[in-house]
């Protein structure tokens, strides 16, 4: 695997800009233009590919772990960090048209009705014999299902043996 591969693999998993990549290397005092940066991310065959050096991935690697952790002087908190990122985030279609409404969410609700799940309508063309039904079955509650069934939440009982 070389350095090129390494460093496009952590812009990808890390959803890194090139802008980005250029203000993690001024962390440790490396300037370099968006467009060189560009080009190591190229296919190998394209003639402006430039193969990644130790010397920049080295930087770059430095770089990350400042702008993740912070120095050791002035240590950044792990939670504000992931927060940070967590809002920076922002979901595929995060694009919505003006005529779109808000999606809710789905809440199933179950109903003890005597009507039957599906309904069968005859059909002519069908070769299975037509079967009524004539007897239907109520949904049983869920008190039903688990009678006196009591959660413990998988802690032990505790025993006064002394």
Known sequence: ?????????????????????????????????KGEIGNFFRTEDHPKFVECQDQILRNFLNGLVIFLRGTKENPKNPKEVLAGVAATKQPLNSEKKDGDKPKSSFKPSYKSNNKPVAKSTPNKSSKAPNRSTTTTKSTPTKKEILGNFKYNNGQPKKKNDQ
Request: hydrophobic fraction near 50%.
């Open 1 to 33: 695997m070389t350095n090129n591969d390494i460093f496009k693999k952590l812009r990808v998993a890390l959803q890194l800009r090139d802008d980005q990549i250029v203000e993690i290397l001024e962390l440790v005092d490396f300037r370099i233009s």
